[in-house]
């Protein structure tokens, strides 16, 4: 896997995937950004939410459940000093479907969190890293 950064201006960056997807990374105006695009640490979020609705989706799909949306909401503290790392990250699953087993999604939580998804778990070597969820109907 690779990617490249290139600088722009001031903070401002284009990041490129190795499969040829590219986004634009800023930062605030007190920092010299002009908030052209996420800042990189939230990217770090963004990878974790999509890494794990990835795993989450895929394995209850398997398992037959009728699932019709998902949304993984992640709220992280980071340390007040440099580097500040983050030190807490919550992930909550918002997932709609008909007739979801409870049991289920947290069975598909725990394993994407404990099992699969590489990027929890590498967050988690150095923040505490929570999971809950929610389900609707529909």
Known sequence: MRARVTWLEDVTMVGESGSGHALVM???????????????????????????????????????????GCVVEISA??????????????????????DLSPKQVERAIALSAEKYCSASIMLGAVAAVTHDFEIREG
């Open 77 to 98: 503290e980071r340390a007040e000093t440099d580097p500040k790392v983050f030190t807490r990250i919550h992930v909550h699953f918002v997932v709609s479907g008909h």
């Open 26 to 68: 800023d930062g605030p105006p007190d920092s010299g950004g002009r908030n052209l695009g996420a800042r990189p640490m939230e990217m770090l979020l963004l990878g974790l939410g999509g890494c794990t609705q990835f795993d989450v989706l895929l394995i209850l799909q398997r398992g037959r459940a009728r699932v019709t």
